[in-house]
T-cell receptor
Framework: AQSVTQLDSQVPVFEEAPVELRCNYS??????LFWYVQYPNQGLQLLLK??????LVESINGFEAEFNKSQTSFHLRKPSVHISDTAEYFC????????????FGTGTKLQVIP | GAVVSQHPSWVICKSGTSVKIECRSL??????MFWYRQFPKQSLMLMAT?????????EQGVEKDKFLINHASLTLSTLTVTSAHPEDSSFYIC??????????FGPGTRLLVL
């Protein structure tokens, strides 16, 4: 079985400040890791993913996440947030090696304060 | 690329009626489609997984006779909520994947049963 823990349900941060959204996972096998973003009343959009290779992955809008196997973490970071980053962020994990069931964390609401 | 649409985006119905929600992959063929349910301020709960041309696999606790899933083609899956009741009111989100590890999500359908 696999699980995902997002300890922070809400993270308020001032505009242009850095932010880190924490994600820890539990799995007995190799994993794929994902971050999805959900804007109000919308579906989920894939923000970035780690499948293999470089442990640091980046999105087109300035977010990055680093896969840390020893700490079983995949924290999401952005050096300077914008008002438009206000949304719910979900971390997700699946077993690697072809498609497997994806397990989502409970989400972290990022609130950017002007 | 990898666009998934859902129709309708909003539906209000009377208790006891059935509602059909469509999920389409617009620019790729989806060998696997997923249906999720999301309650307010909660994470996504996987309801079922469907592969084109075969019966859906339902998660534990999901009534397959109430939530009918059909995956008739590589670009279309439908979820029918039969004899809907107020407790079925929720946000339903589909996702699609093609022989791979990444799911692409639709924008969601908000169902309100009166």
């Amino acid at each position: 079985a696999q699980s995902v823990t997002q300890l922070d349900s809400q993270v308020p941060v001032f505009e242009e400040a850095p932010v880190e959204l924490r994600c820890n996972y539990s799995s007995s096998v190799s994993v794929y890791l994902f971050w999805y973003v959900q804007y109000p009343n919308q579906g989920l959009q894939l923000l970035l993913k780690y499948l293999s290779g470089s442990t640091l992955v980046e999105s087109i809008n300035g977010f990055e996440a680093e896969f840390n196997k020893s700490q079983t973490s995949f924290h999401l970071r952005k050096p300077s947030v914008h008002i438009s980053d206000t949304a719910e962020y979900f971390c997700a994990v699946s077993h690697s090696g072809g498609y497997q069931k994806v397990t989502f964390g409970t989400g972290t609401k990022l609130q950017v304060i002007p | 690329g990898a666009v998934v649409s859902q129709h309708p985006s909003w539906v209000i119905c009377k208790s006891g009626t059935s509602v059909k929600i469509e999920c389409r992959s617009l620019d790729f063929q989806a060998t696997t489609m997923f249906w999720y349910r999301q309650f307010p301020k909660q994470s996504l709960m996987l309801m079922a997984t469907s592969n084109e041309g075969s019966k859906a696999t339902y998660e534990q606790g999901v009534e397959k006779d109430k939530f009918l899933i059909n995956h008739a083609s590589l670009t279309l899956s439908t979820l029918t909520v039969t004899s809907a009741h107020p407790e079925d009111s929720s946000f339903y989100i589909c996702s699609a994947a093609w022989r791979g590890e990444t799911q692409y999500f639709g924008p969601g359908t908000r169902l309100l049963v009166l």
